[in-house]
């Protein structure tokens, strides 16, 4: 079944940086975009990274662009997120995410468990 395992969290004080790591298994790991997504309390989910099948497109909403960087290796299955210059605003948990289609009306989002990233001094 489709894995998803997001590690690398953890508590960083606020102008550090952060590497997280999201293990896939399950599916053929380089046909497919992947995403990150980060979750603070009280607050919706938001899109942070984009990354295409190859890796060699990449995509930030402009809240996200400058500090984040979205990588992925297809020989390790392992997309990853390097964050630099963190800010306590950037404490959330950070979800890898991506969307598969399985045949005609059969698209499907998986999601992994989470990692927390604390920014605080």
């Known amino acids: 079944q489709v894995q998803l395992v997001e590690s690398g969290g953890g508590l960083v004080q606020p102008g550090g940086s952060l590497r997280l790591s999201c293990a896939a298994s399950?599916?053929?790991?380089s046909s497919w975009p992947m995403k990150w997504y980060r979750q603070a309390p009280g607050k919706e989910r938001e899109?942070?990274?984009?990354?295409?099948?190859?890796?060699?497109?990449?995509n930030y909403p402009d809240s996200m662009k400058g500090r984040f960087t979205i990588s992925r290796d297809n020989a390790k299955n392992t997309v990853y997120l390097q964050m630099n210059s963190l800010k306590p605003e950037d404490t959330a948990v950070y979800y890898c995410?991506?969307?598969?289609?399985w045949g005609p009306g059969r698209s499907y989002g998986y999601w992994g468990q989470g990692t927390q990233v604390t920014v605080s001094s």
């Open positions: 899109l942070v990274a984009v990354i295409s099948s190859t890796g060699g497109s990449t």
């Open positions: 399950g599916f053929t790991f």
């Open positions: 995410n991506t969307v598969l289609n």
